[in-house]
């Protein structure tokens, strides 16, 4: 069998690990097969050292100083914007929001332009499958409005059920929510299906595109959503940083959440007045040598291709699916029709955490738990799964030794 069928040629995997330092490492004794992708990924030698060289030769805070240190620092940190409004061909670099992640963009999202807008009886709509980054922020200020949130139902194969989606988009919907892409079941929502009926009805529409961003090209204009928000360290770039995209007239008419250094005009204790967008969210000391990090990670992204990254990402999950498939009393929860490389399971007669710890000691990394998705868990009658996430630098050969391990590992819990 040729275990690489689906991946192209030119796609030189062996290639592309040699720029990933840590795949190099063993874990107890045993070669790292690291399939926790979904939790972070790891990173590249090139967005390591652009954060080392920015230490190294360009420290100095950003936006102040008329050094010309602190003209590299800001340099690097409005190149990052640049760059990621790149990614997500966003119109304007001015509709970028600077982040710590993609909880922090939800939760400016839910206390600047949400809690506003919220009045008793007014709802918000999220759906079943969502990260909790995705539920609770909504769940706060909903509490403090009066308002309720809602959510849409998901069927067994871990699906939205779209029509029931858009029959919950009712008049009081002030916000509707939907992840790009499920970071338990990589089911891949039809966002610019929803966002086309939200536009219809005057609801705008927020997608958290945490687990979307790894594995595909986004253009927001093209899906037509209201905001969109991303973290970096799942997209080889260091933690801390991340984005929110949104539509200019939502910024412009959104107060400040954070307030602070940076995000001001005028501080007058008669009245202060606000930089403009995107600076008036982001208030103090950003990660500046982690956006230098995002940055170069956006151009591995750009040098690698998106074609030639997810003809073998889909090869991969293929062969983990068949080969999961394959063991007796193993279920895979999560079976869209589109649905990027995560696969959740669980086995008969095994605990997931049991599982994952005697899987850590034959050097093979996944998640087991809810994965931050409590209402999910409660739609399967389940408290956890074990979660393998892969990532364009995985091989099949790794697939099959996580396999091996996993039937080894059953056996001693027999
Ligand atoms: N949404 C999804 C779908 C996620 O997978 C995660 C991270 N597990 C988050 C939100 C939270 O993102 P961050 O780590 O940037 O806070």
């Given at each position: 069998m040729n275990a690489q069928a689906g991946t192209p040629a030119t796609f030189d995997v062996q290639r592309i690990r040699a720029d990933f330092p840590l795949l190099a490492r063993t874990v107890h004794g045993k070669p790292l097969v690291y399939?926790?992708?979904?939790?972070?990924?790891?990173?590249?030698?090139?967005?390591?050292?652009?954060?080392?060289?920015?230490?190294?030769?360009?420290?100095?805070?950003?936006?102040?100083?008329?050094?010309?240190?602190?003209?590299?620092?800001?340099?690097?940190?409005?190149?990052?914007r640049d760059a990621l409004a790149r990614f997500i061909h966003a119109p304007s670099r001015d509709e970028l929001v600077l982040t710590s992640g993609t909880t922090q963009a939800a939760n400016l999202v839910a206390y600047s332009f949400a809690l506003p807008r919220l009045r008793p009886g007014d709802a918000i709509l999220t759906t079943v499958l969502e990260h909790h980054a995705n539920i609770v922020p909504w769940q706060l200020v909903a509490g403090r409005a009066g308002a309720t949130v809602k959510a849409a139902p998901i069927d067994e194969r871990g699906e939205l059920i779209v029509e029931q989606y858009l029959a919950m988009l009712t008049p009081e919907v002030k916000l509707a929510c939907v992840g790009h892409v499920s970071n338990v079941l990589g089911t891949v929502n039809p966002v610019r299906e929803i966002a086309k009926e939200c536009r219809k009805r005057?609801?705008?529409?927020?997608?958290?595109?945490?687990?979307?961003?790894?594995?595909?090209?986004?253009?927001?204009?093209?899906?037509?959503?209201?905001?969109?928000?991303?973290?970096?360290?799942?997209?080889?770039?260091?933690?801390?940083?991340?984005?929110?995209?949104?539509?200019?007239?939502?910024?412009?008419?959104m107060p400040p959440f954070f307030g602070g250094g940076d995000m001001i005009r005028e501080v007058r204790f008669d009245g202060t007045t606000f930089a403009d967008v995107p600076h008036k969210f982001e208030a103090g000391t950003p990660n500046i040598a982690g956006f230098a990090g995002v940055?170069?990670?956006?151009?591995?992204?750009?040098?690698?291709?998106?074609?030639?990254?997810?003809?073998?990402?889909?090869?991969?999950?293929?062969?983990?699916?068949?080969?999961?498939?394959?063991?007796?009393?193993?279920?895979?929860?999560?079976?869209?029709?589109?649905?990027?490389?995560?696969?959740?399971?669980?086995?008969?007669?095994?605990?997931?955490?049991?599982l994952a710890t005697l899987l850590d000691l034959e050097g093979v990394a996944v998640r087991s738990g809810h994965h931050c998705a409590h209402p999910l868990m409660q739609f399967f009658g389940i408290p956890a799964t074990l979660r393998a996430s892969l990532a364009f630098y995985n091989t099949h050969a790794e697939v099959d030794a996580f396999v091996a391990a996993l039937l080894k590992v059953r056996k001693l819990l027999r």
């Open positions: 399939f926790d992708n979904a939790n972070t990924s790891q990173k590249p030698y090139q967005v390591i050292e652009a954060v080392d060289r920015h230490y190294r030769e360009h420290n100095a805070n950003v936006s102040r100083a008329v050094h010309l240190l602190g003209e590299e620092a800001t340099a690097a940190y409005e190149g990052a005057g609801i705008p529409l927020f997608v958290d595109g945490s687990q979307a961003v790894p594995h595909r090209a986004v253009d927001v204009q093209a899906l037509g959503c209201d905001f969109y928000a991303l973290t970096g360290h799942k997209m080889l770039a260091p933690t801390g940083t991340g984005a929110l995209w949104a539509k200019k007239e939502h910024l412009d008419a940055a170069a990670a956006i151009d591995y992204y750009d040098a690698l291709g998106f074609e030639a990254l997810r003809a073998h990402e889909k090869s991969l999950l293929e062969h983990a699916t068949a080969r999961l498939r394959d063991i007796p009393g193993l279920r895979i929860f999560g079976e869209a029709a589109d649905k990027e490389p995560v696969i959740s399971f669980l086995i008969e007669g095994a605990q997931a955490t049991d």
